[in-house]
């Protein structure tokens, strides 16, 4: 019996880096986490503990920070994390691939009763915007995203039709409540895209289909949200969600001798609905290694 060593990367996960552009009095806040994992000419540190090769993870870590002053700031995270990637690739001959995931948290500038303030700023909702970028010698590959983008609309969703089993006890309903915390990827075809033009106009796409989507499921919504970004964004092969349905159930008051016409709701925790599905362009181009490494469905 032969045991050798199969694939492995390695690096610095979640590398906490804030830049702050200060070149004029107005500045702008960039902060994000910085996941760099490097494959290679590995083998000889995992079977012999020979780390000639193995560029410290610790390197890693202080290259994302020194990167990020010599770049003057992080720009689109897709370019950063292109810019990391082919580094790390083109600068060490024993390193032929690497994996670099940003996640990205948005600030915005406080309102005062001046305006937005020059350097005070806060948090944005929940929304973190991310990316994956896979290099492999000199194939690259870029996947994006969003996760916790919140929604939910008052009507305008049903659910019925549905088989009746001995164990179905679900209402079909006309009218119900739908939110969810949209998480989404997708795949972009080459790298040569704008990409906070991109990520701005996927993420209006999506609200403008979650709010317009007259909804007789969460799956329906879905597939018209992904829909939606494929015919508008042609540098997009395929969009991949994962979205919990945020059951809201209507509170019983007739023990108190009142109505209920769909007013009060008792938000539920869990269990919810977990939706999850590709919706894919039929002649985009083979996804690659792109989706490696990417956890879960999206
Ligand atoms: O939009 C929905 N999709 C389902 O698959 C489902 N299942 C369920 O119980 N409620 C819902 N709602």
Redesign the pocket.
Known sequence: MGIRLGDNQYGKAEVRLVHVARDTAVHRVKDVSVTSQLRGDLDAVHTAGDNSHCLATDTQKNTVYALARENGGVGAVEDFALLLARHFVGAHDYIHGARQEIHEYSWERIATAEGPHDHSFVRSGTETRTTVVTKDGDREWVVSGIEGLTVLKSTG?E?HG?PRTPYTT?AETTDRI?ATDVKARWRYIGTDVDWDAAYASVRALMLESFATTH???????LYGMGTAVLEARPEIAEVRFSMP?K?HFLVDLSPFGLDNPGEVFVAADRPY?K?EAAVERDDAPAPGRAWESVPGFV
């Open positions: 969703s659910f549905f679900l739908l909804s007789l499921a969460l799956q329906q919504t349905n059951h609905g939706i």
